[in-house]
């Protein structure tokens, strides 16, 4: 099913194209910002590799499209990058809108398992398959993506947790993973335990499924001999990380003890905090970490 494109917008050589499609997996019409950097355009006509930008709680893909600076080393590297939305919209479930970090906007980028939300907050399955399979066979944006590369995978926050999540769940899939300020040991953290209770559902056995979906128990299975390729940024005066909502040592701890430490890089970034001016910050090293392992580097 084809893309709607409500505007299109030039960033950095490039377009920004605000979009929407319709998504089997959330049985709804899902919001997504595409961006093309200027190698895929006129003059350029070269499949470009894509970048997958998984955003946090309260966003849509507005927020680091318009203010990440993501774009800026996109353009020069010659990278797409795909801002997908944090939930389906629009469903008026019961419940769905009572706070700002569950429900609407808070989908954790896992399948819903809990009444109301097991039809259609299937975020895993949004971001894994309808989303790059959309991309990839459209008739209009197919021709400037290269769909024979692997792609890269990063986020913010909620958007870390699922970033690094989907990297470890599906081996092979994704080129590289970083990740700002992710929350990387959801089990053990109040937004992590609200999303999992709410989702997947509370009790002894779903409190054992949980752990299927979180980075730091994840990472304990990974294979020893496959390099991470993964960067994580922490900013120090990040009031969400000290207030014990990110956990990034736990997540360090469990990999150095798995032995799967080698291509891990976890930076403590002195004074920055949970926002985008600290995205900003670093956005350019992200976009060279993912361009590093697409080859464009
Ligand atoms: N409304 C909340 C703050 C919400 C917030 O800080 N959201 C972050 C992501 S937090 C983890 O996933 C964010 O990216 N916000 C959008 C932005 O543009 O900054 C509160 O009142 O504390």
């Avoid at 709680?57 to 990278?79: D, I, V, Y």
């Avoid at 899939?173 to 053990?188: D, E, H, L, R």
């Avoid at 937004?191 to 997947?200: P, V």
């Avoid at 991470?228 to 150095?256: R, S």
């Amino acid at each position: 099913m084809p893309f709607t494109t409500k505007a299109t917008i030039s960033s950095f050589g490039g377009k920004l194209y605000k979009l929407t499609h319709p998504s089997k997996a959330t049985g709804s019409e899902m919001a997504v910002n595409l961006y093309l950097p200027p190698q895929a355009l006129s003059g350029g006509s070269r499949k470009v590799p894509l970048l997958i930008y998984l955003s946090g709680l309260t966003c849509s893909p507005e927020n680091c499209s318009e203010k990440g600076f993501f774009q800026h080393n996109a353009a020069k590297r010659g990278l797409a990058i795909v801002y997908p939305d944090t939930s389906p919209r629009g469903l008026n479930l019961p419940g769905e809108k009572d706070s700002w970090d569950f429900g609407e906007a808070a989908g954790f980028y896992i399948d819903a398992q809990a009444e109301p939300y097991a039809e259609n907050y299937k975020m895993e399955t949004y971001i894994t398959r309808d989303l790059p399979d959309a991309l990839f066979s459209d008739e209009e944006f197919g021709k400037y993506l290269d769909g024979e590369k692997k792609v890269s995978i990063t986020g913010h926050s909620m958007g870390g947790h699922g970033a690094l999540s989907l990297y470890l769940k599906y081996p092979g899939k994704y080129a590289s993973v970083s990740a700002f300020a992710p929350i990387a040991n959801p089990v053990n953290c109040p937004w992590g335990q609200k999303a999992f209770r709410g989702y997947i559902g509370d009790g002894e056995d779903k409190e054992k499924e949980w752990k299927e979906h979180d980075s730091t128990e994840l990472v304990r299975k990974w294979d020893k001999g496959t390099p991470l390729n993964m960067l994580i940024d922490v900013g120090t005066g990040d009031n969400f990380y000290k207030q014990g909502q990110l956990l990034p040592e736990n997540f360090e701890k469990a990999a150095q003890e798995a032995g799967v430490s080698e291509g891990l890089t976890v930076r403590y970034q002195e004074g920055y905090d949970h926002s985008y001016y600290f995205m900003a910050s670093f956005a350019d090293e992200h976009v060279d970490h993912a361009a590093k392992y697409l080859g464009l580097l």
